[in-house]
């Protein structure tokens, strides 16, 4: 995101009015024809000042315009899902809630129209948020994992181990959602979150604590189908 006399060179709290819509356009004309991609509208929006949860930030979040904290007129959710669908892109969009995404407080109450009904929730979850915890989850993402689908498009810690994301993969699961641990690279592994300590993909600590709870949902996966096939060839 940029405004019309700076450049994307940073993280900004919400999408600008000047050209995300734009941007949008173009993107969804490209890939309308392939449904197998996925429109993140906006990476973890921190309206109102980081604020994790108030009428002004959520109300931002939707509507864009002025807003606190926020030193250009933004873009609100309801005109980038308005620009996806005007090119009649019918993909899944996901959008993160406030605080970096990792706040779907009210996420029900301000998401926006959708004329196909394919929205879906980005969340964002690190030992370091505010929600850390699963009775925050329980309260505030359950809710929504519960109505619509929600996408867990980063998780991690900085502590260069897995006794966070252990226990919020298994909850996760319990729900049916998806997630993506973050990230593919290399730097130190306390100083943020990093799946790997080289290029040719060695697992931090981390990461192979990610790795090990995905390969051992494909091993359940693929005794649940031998199962299936047994119980069908004996009937």
Known sequence: VSTQSTGATGQYPMPNKDHSS??????ANA?????????????????????????????CWRDGGWCNGVSYEAAGMQSLVNAVRNTGAKNVI????????????????????????????????YNFNYCNNQNCWDSYIKPVAQSYPVVATEIGENDCAHGFIDPLMNWMD????????????TWDCKS?????????GSPSNFGVGFKNHLAYLAQQGEQEEQEEEGQISIN
């Open 22 to 27: 734009t941007f949008w356009t173009s993107v």
């Open 174 to 185: 319990g729900l049916g959602m998806n997630y993506l641990g973050w990230t593919w690279n």
């Open 94 to 125: 996901l959008l993160g809630g406030l605080a970096y995404s990792n706040s779907l407080a009210q996420w029900k109450s301000y998401k926006p129209t959708d004329s196909t009904g394919n929205l879906g929730a980005a969340w964002h979850s």
């Open 31 to 59: 890939y309308k024809n392939d449904t197998r991609v996925i429109f993140e509208m906006y990476n973890e929006p921190y309206p109102d000042n980081n604020n994790w949860d108030s009428t002004a930030g959520w109300t």
């Open 192 to 200: 943020g979150p990093a799946l790997i300590t080289n290029y040719n």
